[in-house]
Every structure is written in C-alpha cells, then in structure tokens.
C-alpha cells in the first residue's frame, strides 16, 4: 500500500501547497526585516560608543527595544546631542508623555531632570507618572 502526503490529496493538498508557500515566504520576509534591524542597530551602537563611550545599561536597554523609525530618529539625532542622555531623551512613547507632563506642571526641565528620566526603566516610570499630580516640586516629584 502506497502512502500519500498530505500535500497529495487533491482536495486539500493545493491548499497545503499554498500555505506553505505562503508561510516561507513571510519566513523569508520576517528574517529580511529582523537582519536589517540588527544591522542598523549594530552600525548605531558602534556610532553612539564612537561619539560617546560605551554605553550603560539604560542606554543599551532603550536602543535594543528601539524600532527602526526609532533607530532612525537617533542616527539624526546623533550628529546633534552633546550626550548620551540628550541622544536618548523622549526615544520612548512613555518617557515622552511624562516628560510633557512635568514640562506642563513645573516648567521647563533642567538637565539632572533629563538625566534621570532617560535612566526610568518602565516600571519606575510608570511610578514617576502616578506622583506627577501629586508633587510640590521637581524635587518633591524625584524623591523616592
């Protein structure tokens, strides 16, 4: 007794023949995208250690969840930022939103505010953003 794919069937096999096809190519698709991501992130990183040291962990954390648009921004922003904290500063939606919070509540923001927002891992600012309201100051806002 033979035996038979399913790719063999002729109700379903063309059908299987299609996905399949259909599934490599977004394989092929999805790799494409994911290496030229890795690489614009590869060149970035080298760009940032070149004009500013190594880079800290906050700093290595947001370029490796940054997305291409994102790693875009920053490779203009580079030519322009005096550091590493400049480069980096409202690279995320979160940090942005706070960032215009606290502009809007205190004024415009000094540089150690600027330092410390583009250190926040998600979770401290999800923190900062729950005290905002609150505070009686920046100094009030930052105290933990």
């Known amino acids: 007794m033979a035996s038979f794919g399913i790719e063999d ?7 299987f023949r299609r996905a399949r096809e259909k599934g490599w190519a ?12 890795e690489g614009m992130r590869h060149v970035l990183r080298h760009q940032i ?10 700093a290595e954390h947001r370029l490796s969840r940054s997305s291409e648009s ?3 921004d920053l490779a203009l922003k580079i030519l322009d930022s005096r550091s590493l904290q ?9 940090t942005r939103v706070i960032r215009l919070l606290i502009e809007k ?11 410390r927002l583009v250190s926040l891992s998600q979770s401290e600012a999800e923190d900062l953003a729950a005290r905002i309201l609150d505070a009686q100051s920046l100094q009030g ?4």
């Open 70 to 72: 994102g790693m875009e």
């Open 105 to 115: 509540r205190f004024g415009p923001l000094p540089d150690w505010v600027e330092d």
């Open 86 to 94: 400049k480069l980096f500063a409202g690279s995320d939606g979160t």
């Open 9 to 15: 069937n002729e109700v379903i096999g063309p059908a």
């Open 49 to 58: 250690e070149k004009r500013f040291g190594s880079l800290p962990a906050w």
């Open 141 to 144: 806002l930052f105290e933990i």
């Open 26 to 37: 977004q394989g092929w698709e999805a790799g494409i995208i994911s290496g030229r991501e």
